[in-house]
């Protein structure tokens, strides 16, 4: 049994543990979510959840930094 995200308007559980200058949209769903900075993700933990899913555990992030 999945269970289903909260709406949008509720942020992701990781927005209400950062520094509000660390939260911004998730780059899928725009929900707030802890996204700058250390430990700061573009996903929100719904749509990672969704996308490890779909693409399977090995799904992470690539540093974009020289």
Do not use: I
């Amino acid at each position: 049994m999945t269970t289903h995200p909260p709406p949008v308007t509720e942020p992701d559980p990781s927005a209400l543990t950062c520094p509000g200058d660390k939260v911004g949209p998730c780059a899928v769903c725009q929900r707030k979510t802890h996204r700058y900075g250390l430990g700061g993700s573009p996903l929100c933990g719904w749509c990672m959840t969704a996308m490890r899913e779909k693409w399977g555990p090995g799904v992470h992030y690539n540093s974009v930094r020289p």
